[in-house]
Nanobody, 126 residues
Framework: QVQLVESGGGLVQVGGSLRLSCAPA????????MGWFRQAPGKEREFVAT????????HYIDSVEGRFTVSRGSAENTVYLQMNSLKPEDTAVYYC???????????????????WGQGIQVTVSS
């Protein structure tokens, strides 16, 4: 019933930019934070970024700090991930997720999130 839908993925060149969107579908819900994760072929799913609604606090994995920006959309539970200066190692399936329970700690782990999108492919090539 609760769904998150990612959009904006695709194929980009090294150094290019892409903006991913994550929007809810179906039943409405309240969240504490929204996060972005990614999983490259043969790799574990890893944390990328999160936005905690209170204060619009953001956190990033070191490898994307300064290149990626997570921001709040105008609609409830909607977030964007602006990705600049893309590198081949950014190639992955990107997932957005919603944490509906954590009220005190920025969620950096996948098991802290309750709802997930289906994932969207981002491919960075030369």
């Amino acid at each position: 019933q609760v769904q998150l839908v990612e959009s904006g993925g695709g194929l980009v060149q090294v150094g290019g930019s892409l903006r991913l969107s994550c929007a809810p579908a179906g039943r409405t819900f309240s969240s504490y934070a929204m996060g972005w994760f990614r999983q490259a072929p043969g790799k574990e799913r890893e944390f990328v970024a999160t936005l905690v609604w209170s204060g619009n606090s953001t956190h990033y994995i070191d490898s994307v700090e300064g290149r990626f920006t997570v921001s709040r959309g105008s609609a409830e539970n909607t977030v964007y991930l602006q990705m600049n200066s893309l590198k081949p190692e950014d190639t992955a399936v990107y997932y957005c997720a919603a944490d509906t329970r954590n009220g005190g700690i920025a969620p950096l782990w996948a098991d802290e999130y309750d709802y997930w999108g289906q994932g969207i492919q981002v491919t960075v090539s030369s």
